[in-house]
């Protein structure tokens, strides 16, 4: 990102990547990740920046027609949680993710998940 984003806050990063995850574009969806970032979801690590844009490549698909809500945002340091819900006819997954922002750039996600993967 250079050296514009360490000046980022944990509260711009964090609103920045619920942007592009509601605007759909995986390319956008990484950007905020440091190089050597990690993924953690789901019994599944992803190890930087490329492996998790791949991820983030097959979100689209697999949320179909269902909508992405983010119900709750939490700022704690270079920590942000964030509640969010995808919806289709039904409730389809929800869960909350831990981000560690540092020199704002995401180096660290953990997903935990409510209920089985969508």
């Given at each position: 990102?250079g050296?514009e984003a360490a000046?980022r806050?944990t509260?711009?990063?964090?609103?920045?990547?619920i942007?592009?995850?509601?605007g759909?574009?995986?390319?956008?969806?990484?950007d905020?990740?440091?190089?050597?970032?990690?993924?953690e979801r789901?019994g599944?690590?992803?190890?930087g920046?490329?492996?998790?844009?791949e991820?983030f490549?097959?979100?689209?698909?697999?949320?179909?027609d269902?909508?992405i809500f983010?119900d709750?945002?939490?700022i704690e340091g270079?920590?942000?949680?964030?509640f969010?819900r995808m919806v289709?006819?039904t409730?389809?997954?929800s869960g909350q993710?831990?981000?560690?922002?540092q020199?704002?750039?995401?180096t660290h996600?953990?997903?935990?998940?409510?209920s089985?993967d969508?």
């Amino acid at each position: 990102m250079g050296n514009e984003a360490a000046h980022r806050t944990t509260s711009e990063v964090a609103e920045n990547h619920i942007s592009a995850v509601l605007g759909g574009d995986p390319k956008q969806m990484a950007d905020d990740y440091a190089e050597h970032a990690i993924l953690e979801r789901g019994g599944t690590t992803y190890r930087g920046k490329g492996k998790i844009q791949e991820y983030f490549r097959t979100v689209p698909e697999r949320l179909g027609d269902a909508e992405i809500f983010f119900d709750k945002l939490i700022i704690e340091g270079e920590k942000a949680t964030f509640f969010w819900r995808m919806v289709g006819d039904t409730l389809i997954a929800s869960g909350q993710d831990v981000l560690t922002i540092q020199n704002g750039e995401i180096t660290h996600q953990v997903v935990h998940l409510d209920s089985q993967d969508f």
